[in-house]
């Protein structure tokens, strides 16, 4: 018997997680210049960065001979400000990735299940097989959470739910009322992770307050990133708030010195820029209303979204998906996620959604004229 024959079955399940195309890769393959690429293809802030996160990682590049921070002391306190949480109550990952690998590695014995919905974020099988874990997929009504049929689905092996909102990739949203009452109904021997990255891209109607619950349920975990609208995906800062006993387990099994010194700095300064955050939303708004508009125009489906980035159905998405990459546009084929004839768009500038517009336009042009 092989190396790999004697890997764990769960382990040799895993279909690996496919990113973006790479804006230098594009270039290499069909010969574009780089600055002629458009990539909207991976939910980035297309504004970058905060000036101050900016500022705050010039001030660390002495230190980066030294090892971080390994209790991210500066970070848990700005959060504790924006939260209200105590430091005990904070989780640090490189991403919001490593905080959900860390809840499965945690809570998962093998055999033990962690639900998710259809459509739902990669990360959530890869985690749980990862772990010797079994996963759950409900069926999604509307692309989106079924949390009725999800609450049916937990039985005496499940160790944790995953609820992705907004969900990517499919950016549904479910009302805060909505998971209040599926909490209040989920055994307390379960944990609840409530995946919100993209929560800072919610118009104000929307909004609810997640954290406030924490102190009803010690069975909730919250998952947010710097990668989105703060702008830091390049630097893999995320975390995790819940009730000091839960956090102390994922601390325990969590890498020591998982987020860089740059990180650190960088997600602190960020996280106090809330005027960035909200010139960041609001070029969202602006750039998805472009987007839908030109879809309609070219008389597309797509999947109303409340995140940075939305889905279109195209036809054939793989030969549509082709056609972009060759005019030097780069966005996200989701066959992966059970959803062939669409692609996911995350939103950009002004002037980089007209070029995808007009690319699009002209690769259905071509789709049709053959």
């Not at 790479?22 to 297309?46: F, Q």
């Not at 660390?60 to 970070?75: C, I, K, S, T, W």
């Amino acid at each position: 018997m092989g190396i790999p024959e004697q890997v764990s079955a769960s382990i040799r399940a895993i279909s690996p997680y496919q990113p973006g195309k790479p804006i230098a890769e594009l270039a290499r393959e069909m010969g574009l210049r780089v600055g002629d690429i458009v990539k909207l293809a991976s939910n980035e802030n297309p504004l970058g960065m905060s000036p101050r996160a900016r500022e705050a990682i010039a001030r660390e590049v002495a230190d980066l001979p030294r090892y971080p921070d390994g209790n991210g002391f500066e970070l848990k306190a700005a959060l504790v400000r924006k939260y209200g949480v105590a430091p005990n109550q904070i989780v640090l990952g490189n991403g919001s990735n490593d905080v959900l690998d860390l809840l499965a590695r945690t809570f998962l014995a093998p055999g033990d299940e962690a639900v998710f919905s259809e459509h739902g974020f990669a990360v959530y099988p890869i985690s749980t097989l990862a772990a010797s874990g079994k996963p759950v997929q409900v069926p999604a009504v509307n692309f989106g959470h079924d949390l009725d049929a999800m609450a049916a689905a937990v039985t005496e092996r499940t160790r944790i739910i995953f609820i992705a909102n907004p969900n990517n990739p499919t950016g549904t949203f479910v009302p805060g009322e909505r998971i209040a009452a599926f909490l209040a109904k989920v055994p307390r021997n379960v944990v609840v992770v409530l995946d919100e990255a993209y929560t800072e891209y919610l118009p104000d109607a929307d909004r609810y307050d997640s954290v406030a619950w924490l102190a009803e349920h010690p069975n909730l975990i919250i998952s947010r990133t710097f990668s989105k609208a703060y702008g830091l995906a390049g630097l893999r800062v995320g975390f995790g708030l819940g009730s000091p006993e839960l956090i102390d387990l994922l601390n325990r099994v969590r890498q020591p010195f998982n987020v860089s010194t740059l990180g650190l700095a960088a997600a602190a300064a960020a996280l106090e820029d809330e005027a960035f955050v909200a010139r960041s939303a609001d070029l969202n708004r602006r750039g998805m209303t472009q987007l839908t508009e030109a879809f309609e125009r070219l008389n597309l489906t797509w999947i109303p979204s409340w995140g940075n980035f939305v889905t279109v159905r195209v036809g054939d998405a793989v030969s549509i998906n082709q056609r972009l990459l060759a005019q030097g546009v780069i966005v996200r084929p989701i066959g992966g996620y059970g959803l062939p004839e669409w692609l996911r768009v995350s939103v950009g500038l002004p002037e980089e959604n007209d070029r995808f517009i007009n690319a699009l336009r002209h690769a259905l042009e071509e789709e049709a004229g053959q």
